[in-house]
């Protein structure tokens, strides 16, 4: 059974900085895909980040990059997203995510399991 357990979600002030983090277990970690996605009050859920499964492709919504960066650590089987310079339009839960492949999508709907989400709140 695949779990994934966020945590490192919190309250910061704008252009402050948070990690969060994505533990997962249930099967072996390196050989599948990490995203992160969010979703704000009154909005869909929403592509972030993802990682391929060796680490050697990430993607990123045009919103978050050059401020957010997406890592893993397959010995830790975790998987990190870095978020700087946060704005306020950033708060949101933010969802791990993973899928039955090592390839990367953006589609929401092509991700099998989901963690519980880590609320992400920024004061402005």
């Known amino acids: 059974q695949v779990q994934l357990v966020e945590s490192g979600g919190g309250l910061v002030q704008a252009g402050g900085s948070l990690r969060l983090s994505c533990a997962a277990s249930?099967?072996?970690?390196?050989?599948?895909?990490m995203g992160w996605f969010r979703q704000g009050p009154g909005k869909e859920r929403e592509f972030v980040a993802a990682i391929n499964w060796s680490g050697g492709s990430t993607y990123y919504a045009d919103s978050v990059k050059g401020r957010f960066t997406i890592s893993r650590d397959n010995a830790k089987n975790t998987v990190y997203l870095q978020m700087n310079s946060l704005k306020p339009e950033d708060a949101a839960v933010y969802y791990c995510?993973?899928?039955?492949?090592?390839?990367?999508?953006?589609?929401?709907?092509?991700?099998?399991?989901w963690g519980q989400g880590t609320q992400v709140t920024v004061s402005s």
């Open positions: 249930g099967r072996t970690f390196s050989r599948y895909a």
């Open positions: 995510a993973t899928r039955d492949t090592g390839v990367v999508v953006t589609a929401t709907g092509l991700w099998n399991y």
